[in-house]
């Protein structure tokens, strides 16, 4: 099963004062990043570029405050993403030669082919700063811009498209452009004109905001429902060369109210030399009780609204994206020898064991 890390408490980085936060790790285009009084900056400079981060924690009913400006461009895509180990997926984009609005979308365990995709009118998002929220309850996702709400999905409306289990955080740019799919060149308005890049995505700050705190996340079978997952209060510790226990502490189901991260504390990350380790690592987590999620009573302040897809408050009108991210992208394994597939079974047969052992 996926290991998922939990955010323990409110997470707030200013990028353009701090520079690279411990808690976001690079995903590609390593040498595109850049820092400095603007914040973190995702160029793309050349075909395939996706300068992009993604947080080592996960959320499981949360809020996300982000201040970007997206980068412009034909075939360039600016994105917020939350994404789950079950593909469960919640969009905010920007398409580069659109300067006058923003596309939201949800998906569900993968599926491509049905999503609920929509636009919402901002003003010049390219070259003003504006702050993008999204807040993701148990009931319902709801959009805001500058504070004013753009969006609002219920999860009542379409029960099997609603994302429900834990997510981490991604964001970035990426040339949609040079896809060889022709429905997302399309959907991105490209191909890409490098003679007029660099195509500059930035980011300022980030705030993160967890509605049920924790150590771990565990998935208990592959439904990829919200009830298949459990919620170890402890934190976890990892290392690739030595093991630590953390005491045991009382664990709280998903039930509890969103009103409850009002007692975190909120901390800042500093600018900090973080040191990777490898994906071999030894994880130990101190003994404690879990439960399942069941279901949460939230009663944070957004009103309860008749509304199913959209809201006229920032002038959401309904549309749909027909392409695929670059962060859904899958290799077809290459054919192996009968004996050398049954001696990487065995492997697979043991790691598992291993770990369920845990």
Known sequence: MPLNPGLMKTFTHDFSTSGESDQFEILASKDNI???SDGIHFPCIKTMDAP???????????????????????????SLVLES????????????LQDTQVQTNIFRKGDRDHSDGANSTVAQPQTQWHTYTLDWKQDSLTYYIDGQRARQILRSDNPDLY???????????????????????QWSQGPVDYSKGPFDMMVKSITVDNYNPAGQYVYTDKTGSQDSIKIVKDAIVSSSTSTSTVAASTTTSAESTSTSTKDVETTTSAKSTSTKTTSAVTSTIAKSTVTSTGSETSTATVPKTTLSTTSTSAGTTTGSKTSTSASASATQPSSASVKS??????????????????
């Open 341 to 358: 597939a049954s001696v990487v079974i065995s492997s697979v047969i043991a790691l598992m064991a291993a770990v369920f052992a845990l």
């Open 34 to 36: 850049k820092y400095d």
């Open 85 to 96: 180990s079950s593909l469960d997926e919640i969009d905010l984009e920007f398409v580069g």
């Open 163 to 185: 994302p429900q289990t834990p997510m981490n955080i991604r964001i970035g740019a990426w040339t949609a452009g040079d896809s060889k799919s022709e429905g997302t060149v």
């Open 52 to 78: 992009s981060i993604g947080s080592k924690f996960y959320i499981f009913w949360g809020k996300v405050d982000i201040v970007m400006k997206a980068a412009p461009g034909a075939g360039i895509i600016s």
